[in-house]
């Protein structure tokens, strides 16, 4: 009997610069945080924009910008798997 020996990939790590420049381009659709896996922050982003029809899509935007900076800054550190972002 032969015993295959399965090797598990190591998981992909998620990258600061990409996290950053959606957070700071496209945060006011919550796209950062769908990037590294916080859906729940995501969606809240998302439906503030969508459900206010824009008019309150400012707050998302600000929010957005911050948390790009932060993860160009360093200090965003993980992803929702707990991974640290390269």
Same mark, same amino acid.
């Given at each position: 009997?032969?015993?295959?020996?399965?090797?598990?990939?190591?998981?992909?790590?998620?990258?600061?610069?990409?996290?950053?420049?959606?957070?700071? @381009?496209?945060?006011? @659709?919550?796209?950062?945080?769908?990037? @590294?896996?916080?859906?729940?922050?995501?969606?809240?982003?998302?439906?503030?924009?969508?459900?206010?029809?824009?008019?309150?899509?400012?707050?998302?935007?600000?929010?957005?910008?911050?948390?790009?900076?932060?993860?160009?800054?360093?200090?965003?550190?993980?992803?929702?798997?707990? @991974?640290?972002?390269?």
């Amino acid at each position: 009997m032969d015993i295959e020996i399965m090797q598990e990939k190591p998981p992909v790590r998620k990258s600061k610069y990409i996290a950053g420049l959606l957070g700071i @381009l496209l945060g006011w @659709l919550g796209l950062h945080n769908f990037y @590294l896996g916080f859906t729940g922050k995501a969606f809240a982003q998302l439906l503030i924009t969508v459900v206010s029809l824009g008019t309150l899509s400012w707050i998302s935007l600000i929010w957005g910008i911050v948390e790009g900076i932060r993860c160009l800054t360093g200090s965003i550190l993980l992803d929702s798997r707990n @991974l640290m972002l390269r």
